[in-house]
Protein backbone atom coordinates (compact mmCIF):
# COMPACT_ATOMS: atom_id res chain seq x y z
CA UNK A 1 0.00 0.00 0.00
CA UNK A 2 1.47 3.68 -1.07
CA UNK A 3 2.41 5.81 2.12
CA UNK A 4 1.21 9.31 2.59
CA UNK A 5 3.26 12.31 2.13
CA UNK A 6 5.45 13.69 5.26
CA UNK A 7 2.55 16.67 4.46
CA UNK A 8 -0.57 14.30 4.42
CA UNK A 9 1.01 12.07 7.52
CA UNK A 10 1.47 15.23 9.65
CA UNK A 11 -1.25 17.29 8.59
CA UNK A 12 -2.52 18.54 12.19
CA UNK A 13 -6.46 17.60 13.31
CA UNK A 14 -8.74 20.46 14.14
CA UNK A 15 -8.93 20.83 18.21
CA UNK A 16 -12.45 22.37 17.53
CA UNK A 17 -13.94 19.18 15.45
CA UNK A 18 -11.86 15.98 16.79
CA UNK A 19 -14.38 15.72 19.15
CA UNK A 20 -17.23 15.39 17.19
CA UNK A 21 -17.44 11.41 16.98
CA UNK A 22 -17.65 11.60 20.84
CA UNK A 23 -20.23 14.51 20.72
CA UNK A 24 -22.00 12.28 18.00
CA UNK A 25 -22.16 9.17 20.38
CA UNK A 26 -23.22 11.87 23.33
CA UNK A 27 -26.02 12.57 21.40
CA UNK A 28 -27.14 8.62 20.02
CA UNK A 29 -27.12 8.15 23.92
CA UNK A 30 -30.18 10.66 24.58
CA UNK A 31 -27.53 13.38 26.17
CA UNK A 32 -27.55 16.82 25.39
CA UNK A 33 -24.74 18.37 24.37
CA UNK A 34 -23.96 22.24 24.13
CA UNK A 35 -21.68 23.08 22.04
CA UNK A 36 -19.36 25.84 23.32
CA UNK A 37 -16.48 24.26 20.95
CA UNK A 38 -16.79 25.94 17.75
CA UNK A 39 -17.85 29.59 16.26
CA UNK A 40 -21.06 28.58 14.42
CA UNK A 41 -23.40 31.79 15.33
CA UNK A 42 -27.26 30.68 15.78
CA UNK A 43 -27.74 34.87 14.79
CA UNK A 44 -29.75 34.91 11.16
CA UNK A 45 -28.17 35.69 8.40
CA UNK A 46 -29.60 39.08 6.82
CA UNK A 47 -32.64 38.62 5.06
CA UNK A 48 -31.21 40.50 1.99
CA UNK A 49 -28.07 38.14 1.75
CA UNK A 50 -30.90 35.07 1.72
CA UNK A 51 -33.62 36.85 -1.38
CA UNK A 52 -30.42 37.95 -3.09
CA UNK A 53 -29.88 33.92 -3.39
CA UNK A 54 -33.75 32.75 -3.65
CA UNK A 55 -34.22 35.82 -6.32
CA UNK A 56 -31.54 35.30 -8.47
CA UNK A 57 -32.39 35.01 -11.98
CA UNK A 58 -29.30 33.35 -13.63
CA UNK A 59 -29.91 30.96 -16.04
CA UNK A 60 -25.81 29.77 -16.29
CA UNK A 61 -23.92 29.71 -12.83
CA UNK A 62 -21.06 30.99 -14.39
CA UNK A 63 -17.59 31.00 -13.78
CA UNK A 64 -16.31 34.63 -12.31
CA UNK A 65 -13.53 36.79 -12.42
CA UNK A 66 -10.79 35.10 -10.47
CA UNK A 67 -10.69 38.29 -8.09
CA UNK A 68 -14.34 37.92 -7.56
CA UNK A 69 -17.46 39.93 -9.23
CA UNK A 70 -16.33 43.84 -9.93
CA UNK A 71 -19.69 45.07 -8.71
CA UNK A 72 -18.86 42.61 -5.49
CA UNK A 73 -15.60 44.49 -5.21
CA UNK A 74 -16.39 47.83 -5.82
CA UNK A 75 -19.02 47.37 -2.91
CA UNK A 76 -16.47 45.80 -0.44
CA UNK A 77 -14.10 49.00 -1.40
CA UNK A 78 -17.38 51.41 -0.26
CA UNK A 79 -17.82 48.85 2.81
CA UNK A 80 -13.72 49.46 3.67
CA UNK A 81 -14.06 53.60 2.78
CA UNK A 82 -17.10 53.40 5.56
CA UNK A 83 -15.10 52.02 8.22
CA UNK A 84 -12.21 54.20 7.40
CA UNK A 85 -9.92 51.89 4.90
CA UNK A 86 -9.48 53.52 1.33
CA UNK A 87 -8.77 50.96 -1.08
CA UNK A 88 -9.56 50.13 -4.73
CA UNK A 89 -11.06 47.48 -5.93
CA UNK A 90 -7.51 46.20 -7.54
CA UNK A 91 -6.23 45.96 -3.76
CA UNK A 92 -9.31 43.28 -2.93
CA UNK A 93 -8.90 39.85 -3.65
CA UNK A 94 -12.10 37.52 -3.11
CA UNK A 95 -11.32 33.94 -1.79
CA UNK A 96 -12.97 31.19 -0.78
CA UNK A 97 -13.27 32.05 3.05
CA UNK A 98 -10.83 33.87 4.98
CA UNK A 99 -8.92 30.64 5.58
CA UNK A 100 -7.52 30.83 1.39
CA UNK A 101 -6.66 34.69 2.14
CA UNK A 102 -4.30 33.21 5.04
CA UNK A 103 -2.90 30.36 2.78
CA UNK A 104 -2.46 32.63 -0.30
CA UNK A 105 -0.90 35.10 2.05
CA UNK A 106 2.03 32.54 3.30
CA UNK A 107 2.36 30.96 0.52
CA UNK A 108 3.87 33.79 -1.71
CA UNK A 109 5.26 36.06 1.38
CA UNK A 110 7.56 33.36 2.61
CA UNK A 111 9.52 30.27 1.34
CA UNK A 112 9.19 26.75 2.64
CA UNK A 113 11.00 26.52 5.60
CA UNK A 114 11.13 30.12 6.81
CA UNK A 115 9.50 31.23 9.70
CA UNK A 116 6.25 33.06 10.48
CA UNK A 117 6.08 34.65 14.43
CA UNK A 118 2.79 33.76 15.55
CA UNK A 119 1.42 35.26 19.44
CA UNK A 120 0.30 32.21 20.93
CA UNK A 121 -2.53 31.10 21.41
CA UNK A 122 -3.67 31.32 18.36
CA UNK A 123 -6.41 30.18 15.78
CA UNK A 124 -5.38 26.31 15.97
CA UNK A 125 -6.06 26.68 11.63
CA UNK A 126 -2.79 28.15 11.08
CA UNK A 127 -1.07 25.29 11.46
CA UNK A 128 -2.97 23.95 8.44
CA UNK A 129 -2.11 26.83 6.59
CA UNK A 130 1.14 27.41 7.40
CA UNK A 131 2.15 22.97 6.80
CA UNK A 132 0.43 23.30 3.31
CA UNK A 133 2.28 26.03 2.44
CA UNK A 134 5.42 25.27 3.90
CA UNK A 135 6.90 27.09 6.39
CA UNK A 136 7.14 27.59 10.31
CA UNK A 137 5.43 28.90 13.02
CA UNK A 138 7.63 30.30 15.75
CA UNK A 139 4.68 31.15 19.25
CA UNK A 140 5.31 34.42 20.92
CA UNK A 141 3.33 33.34 23.79
CA UNK A 142 0.78 35.37 25.90
CA UNK A 143 -1.01 34.36 28.73
CA UNK A 144 -3.89 34.32 30.51
CA UNK A 145 -1.93 36.53 33.48
CA UNK A 146 -2.33 39.46 31.26
CA UNK A 147 -6.10 38.19 29.55
CA UNK A 148 -3.64 37.52 26.40
CA UNK A 149 -2.30 41.32 25.73
CA UNK A 150 0.57 41.69 23.21
CA UNK A 151 3.85 39.82 24.64
CA UNK A 152 6.54 42.47 24.96
CA UNK A 153 8.52 43.46 21.60
CA UNK A 154 11.30 42.25 23.15
CA UNK A 155 10.33 38.62 22.69
CA UNK A 156 9.51 39.35 19.25
CA UNK A 157 13.02 40.62 19.12
CA UNK A 158 14.42 37.50 20.71
CA UNK A 159 12.68 35.21 18.37
CA UNK A 160 14.03 36.92 14.65
CA UNK A 161 16.24 35.15 12.84
CA UNK A 162 17.36 34.79 9.39
CA UNK A 163 14.24 33.19 8.45
CA UNK A 164 12.16 35.30 10.13
CA UNK A 165 9.82 36.66 6.90
CA UNK A 166 6.60 37.67 8.59
CA UNK A 167 4.58 38.28 11.90
CA UNK A 168 0.63 36.83 12.13
CA UNK A 169 -1.68 38.06 14.47
CA UNK A 170 -5.61 38.01 14.64
CA UNK A 171 -7.34 40.93 15.95
CA UNK A 172 -9.75 40.68 17.56
CA UNK A 173 -8.37 37.43 18.48
CA UNK A 174 -9.34 34.03 18.51
CA UNK A 175 -8.89 32.34 20.46
CA UNK A 176 -8.61 34.42 23.57
CA UNK A 177 -11.00 37.83 22.70
CA UNK A 178 -8.48 39.87 23.03
CA UNK A 179 -9.13 43.38 21.16
CA UNK A 180 -5.42 44.69 20.29
CA UNK A 181 -5.06 48.59 20.90
CA UNK A 182 -3.98 51.10 18.23
CA UNK A 183 -0.85 51.19 21.02
CA UNK A 184 0.14 47.54 20.40
CA UNK A 185 -0.36 47.87 16.95
CA UNK A 186 1.78 50.80 15.96
CA UNK A 187 4.59 48.87 18.45
CA UNK A 188 3.84 45.67 16.18
CA UNK A 189 4.45 47.87 13.25
CA UNK A 190 8.01 49.28 14.61
CA UNK A 191 9.35 45.69 14.35
CA UNK A 192 7.29 44.79 11.02
CA UNK A 193 9.25 48.08 9.68
CA UNK A 194 12.79 47.56 11.39
CA UNK A 195 13.09 43.89 9.97
CA UNK A 196 11.08 44.68 6.68
CA UNK A 197 8.80 41.53 7.65
CA UNK A 198 5.28 41.22 6.05
CA UNK A 199 2.43 41.26 8.66
CA UNK A 200 -0.17 39.45 8.10
CA UNK A 201 -3.79 40.43 10.21
CA UNK A 202 -6.43 37.71 10.38
CA UNK A 203 -9.36 40.98 10.67
CA UNK A 204 -12.33 38.77 10.54
CA UNK A 205 -14.17 39.68 13.87
CA UNK A 206 -13.64 43.38 13.36
CA UNK A 207 -17.54 44.31 13.87
CA UNK A 208 -17.20 42.36 17.49
CA UNK A 209 -15.84 45.09 19.56
CA UNK A 210 -17.32 46.00 23.14
CA UNK A 211 -17.01 48.26 26.14
CA UNK A 212 -17.15 51.55 23.25
CA UNK A 213 -13.56 50.35 22.43
CA UNK A 214 -12.43 50.74 18.77
CA UNK A 215 -11.28 48.35 16.13
CA UNK A 216 -7.85 49.94 14.50
CA UNK A 217 -7.21 48.47 11.61
CA UNK A 218 -3.45 47.04 10.39
CA UNK A 219 -3.79 48.59 7.19
CA UNK A 220 -4.58 52.24 8.68
CA UNK A 221 -1.11 51.96 10.21
CA UNK A 222 1.66 54.32 9.05
CA UNK A 223 4.81 53.55 6.97
CA UNK A 224 4.24 49.49 6.45
CA UNK A 225 1.57 50.28 4.20
CA UNK A 226 3.32 47.68 1.65
CA UNK A 227 4.21 45.41 4.61
CA UNK A 228 0.51 44.38 5.55
CA UNK A 229 -2.19 41.69 4.58
CA UNK A 230 -5.13 41.58 5.62
CA UNK A 231 -7.35 38.44 5.72
CA UNK A 232 -11.31 39.39 5.63
CA UNK A 233 -13.99 37.16 5.98
CA UNK A 234 -18.11 37.26 5.51
CA UNK A 235 -18.73 34.05 7.90
CA UNK A 236 -18.88 35.84 11.23
CA UNK A 237 -19.77 39.47 9.85
CA UNK A 238 -23.24 38.79 8.48
CA UNK A 239 -23.55 34.86 10.23
CA UNK A 240 -22.72 33.31 6.92
CA UNK A 241 -20.13 30.74 7.69
CA UNK A 242 -21.66 28.03 5.14
CA UNK A 243 -20.80 30.23 2.03
CA UNK A 244 -17.18 30.03 2.23
CA UNK A 245 -15.92 33.43 0.90
CA UNK A 246 -13.57 35.79 2.06
CA UNK A 247 -10.95 38.83 0.81
CA UNK A 248 -7.42 38.82 0.93
CA UNK A 249 -6.66 42.46 0.92
CA UNK A 250 -2.91 44.63 0.49
CA UNK A 251 -1.76 47.54 -1.38
CA UNK A 252 1.21 45.35 -2.31
CA UNK A 253 1.24 44.94 -6.00
CA UNK A 254 3.81 42.35 -6.36
CA UNK A 255 2.31 40.11 -3.10
CA UNK A 256 -1.66 40.91 -5.21
CA UNK A 257 -0.56 39.64 -8.37
CA UNK A 258 1.48 36.60 -7.22
CA UNK A 259 -2.04 36.10 -4.63
CA UNK A 260 -3.79 36.53 -8.31
CA UNK A 261 -1.57 34.09 -10.15
CA UNK A 262 -2.87 31.42 -7.17
CA UNK A 263 -6.58 32.98 -7.61
CA UNK A 264 -6.86 32.35 -11.33
CA UNK A 265 -5.49 28.15 -10.66
CA UNK A 266 -8.53 27.68 -8.90
CA UNK A 267 -10.29 29.48 -11.83
CA UNK A 268 -12.88 31.85 -9.37
CA UNK A 269 -14.85 32.31 -5.98
CA UNK A 270 -18.00 30.91 -5.89
CA UNK A 271 -20.91 32.53 -8.34
CA UNK A 272 -23.81 32.58 -5.06
CA UNK A 273 -21.59 33.31 -2.17
CA UNK A 274 -20.54 36.45 -3.75
CA UNK A 275 -24.25 37.01 -4.81
CA UNK A 276 -25.15 36.60 -1.01
CA UNK A 277 -22.04 38.64 0.11
CA UNK A 278 -22.82 41.64 -2.33
CA UNK A 279 -26.34 41.92 -1.09
CA UNK A 280 -25.37 41.32 2.79
CA UNK A 281 -23.20 44.64 2.24
CA UNK A 282 -26.44 46.76 2.20
CA UNK A 283 -27.41 45.32 5.81
CA UNK A 284 -28.71 47.89 8.15
CA UNK A 285 -26.90 49.05 11.13
CA UNK A 286 -29.44 47.88 13.42
CA UNK A 287 -28.71 44.64 12.30
CA UNK A 288 -25.47 44.73 13.24
CA UNK A 289 -26.64 46.90 16.85
CA UNK A 290 -28.49 44.26 17.49
CA UNK A 291 -26.21 41.64 17.07
CA UNK A 292 -23.63 43.25 19.01
CA UNK A 293 -26.04 43.67 22.30
CA UNK A 294 -26.92 40.36 22.11
CA UNK A 295 -22.97 38.86 22.11
CA UNK A 296 -22.30 41.34 24.83
CA UNK A 297 -25.31 40.29 26.76
CA UNK A 298 -24.21 36.42 26.48
CA UNK A 299 -20.87 37.32 27.27
CA UNK A 300 -21.36 38.72 30.41
CA UNK A 301 -23.49 36.14 31.07
CA UNK A 302 -21.08 33.24 30.89
CA UNK A 303 -18.34 35.42 31.92
CA UNK A 304 -20.33 35.68 35.17
CA UNK A 305 -21.71 32.24 35.61
CA UNK A 306 -17.68 30.75 34.28
CA UNK A 307 -16.28 33.03 37.31
CA UNK A 308 -18.93 32.26 40.21
CA UNK A 309 -17.40 28.50 39.64
CA UNK A 310 -14.74 27.73 42.12
CA UNK A 311 -11.20 27.43 41.02
CA UNK A 312 -12.15 28.83 37.20
CA UNK A 313 -11.01 32.04 35.84
CA UNK A 314 -12.44 33.72 33.07
CA UNK A 315 -11.38 36.69 31.34
CA UNK A 316 -13.98 39.59 30.27
CA UNK A 317 -12.98 39.36 26.39
CA UNK A 318 -13.32 42.92 23.99
CA UNK A 319 -14.24 41.30 21.03
CA UNK A 320 -14.73 38.45 18.89
CA UNK A 321 -16.68 36.22 20.39
CA UNK A 322 -14.63 33.59 22.21
CA UNK A 323 -12.71 33.61 25.16
CA UNK A 324 -9.84 31.38 26.95
CA UNK A 325 -10.84 29.85 30.24
CA UNK A 326 -8.33 28.60 33.31
CA UNK A 327 -10.19 24.99 34.80
CA UNK A 328 -8.76 23.69 37.66
CA UNK A 329 -8.14 20.55 35.94
CA UNK A 330 -4.61 18.03 34.70
CA UNK A 331 -5.21 17.92 31.06
CA UNK A 332 -8.10 20.10 29.18
CA UNK A 333 -8.27 17.59 26.59
CA UNK A 334 -9.29 14.25 28.62
CA UNK A 335 -11.53 16.81 30.28
CA UNK A 336 -13.08 17.54 26.89
CA UNK A 337 -13.64 13.98 26.11
CA UNK A 338 -14.29 12.95 29.32
CA UNK A 339 -17.51 15.46 29.29
CA UNK A 340 -18.68 13.32 26.24
CA UNK A 341 -18.06 10.06 27.23
CA UNK A 342 -18.48 9.72 30.64
CA UNK A 343 -20.34 13.06 31.99
CA UNK A 344 -23.50 13.98 32.10
CA UNK A 345 -26.21 16.29 34.38
CA UNK A 346 -29.67 16.36 34.21
CA UNK A 347 -29.15 14.49 30.72
CA UNK A 348 -26.66 17.17 29.46
CA UNK A 349 -23.04 18.17 28.62
CA UNK A 350 -21.31 20.16 26.83
CA UNK A 351 -18.46 19.91 24.15
CA UNK A 352 -15.66 22.21 24.81
CA UNK A 353 -12.32 23.68 22.43
CA UNK A 354 -9.25 21.97 24.62
CA UNK A 355 -7.05 25.05 24.78
CA UNK A 356 -3.54 22.90 23.25
CA UNK A 357 -4.86 23.05 19.90
CA UNK A 358 -4.05 26.57 20.19
CA UNK A 359 -0.79 26.43 21.21
CA UNK A 360 2.53 24.87 20.02
CA UNK A 361 4.25 25.44 22.77
CA UNK A 362 4.88 21.94 25.15
CA UNK A 363 2.43 21.56 27.74
CA UNK A 364 1.23 24.97 26.97
CA UNK A 365 -3.07 25.51 28.20
CA UNK A 366 -2.80 22.16 29.70
CA UNK A 367 -5.48 23.02 31.84
CA UNK A 368 -7.23 25.98 29.78
CA UNK A 369 -10.39 25.69 27.39
CA UNK A 370 -11.72 27.65 24.56
CA UNK A 371 -15.53 28.61 25.18
CA UNK A 372 -17.44 30.26 22.14
CA UNK A 373 -20.41 32.06 23.29
CA UNK A 374 -22.31 31.52 20.14
CA UNK A 375 -25.77 30.21 21.37
CA UNK A 376 -28.75 31.62 23.81
CA UNK A 377 -28.39 32.70 27.32
CA UNK A 378 -30.09 30.26 28.73
CA UNK A 379 -27.97 27.70 27.14
CA UNK A 380 -24.73 28.80 27.99
CA UNK A 381 -26.11 29.20 31.77
CA UNK A 382 -26.67 25.40 31.15
CA UNK A 383 -23.84 24.98 30.05
CA UNK A 384 -21.87 26.39 32.45
CA UNK A 385 -23.88 24.90 35.56
CA UNK A 386 -22.82 21.39 33.57
CA UNK A 387 -18.99 22.60 33.55
CA UNK A 388 -19.67 23.07 37.87
CA UNK A 389 -21.23 20.11 38.00
CA UNK A 390 -18.47 18.44 36.18
CA UNK A 391 -15.51 19.93 38.02
CA UNK A 392 -17.27 18.27 41.40
CA UNK A 393 -16.54 14.64 40.44
CA UNK A 394 -13.78 14.75 37.78
CA UNK A 395 -11.29 12.40 38.39
CA UNK A 396 -8.14 14.68 37.30
CA UNK A 397 -9.68 18.10 39.14
CA UNK A 398 -6.37 19.38 40.75
CA UNK A 399 -6.78 21.36 44.37
CA UNK A 400 -9.37 19.34 45.66
Not at 31 to 44: F, S, T
Not at 164 to 180: E, F, K, M, Q, S
Not at 260 to 285: G, H
Not at 351 to 370: I, K, Q
Amino acid sequence: MPTLSRKGAQMPPSPIRKLVPYAEDAKRRGIKVYHLNIGQPDIETPAGARAAVKNNQETIFEYTHSAGIESYRRKLAEYYCRIGIELSTDEILVTEGGSEALFMALTVCLNPGEEVLVPEPYYANYNGFAMEAGVTIKPIQSTIDTDFALPPIADFEKHITPWTRAILLCNPNNPTGYLYSKEELETLAEIVKKHDLFLICDEVYREFCYDGLEFHSTLNLKGIEQNVIVADSVSKRYSMCGVRLGALVTRNKEVYNACMNMAQARLSPPLLAQIAAEAAIDTPQEYFDNVISEYISRRDCIVEALNKIDGVYCPKPKGSFYTIVKLPIDNCDRFAQWLLEEFSYNGQTVMLAPATGFYVTPDAGLDEVRVAYVIKKEDLLAAAKCIEEALKIYPGRKNK
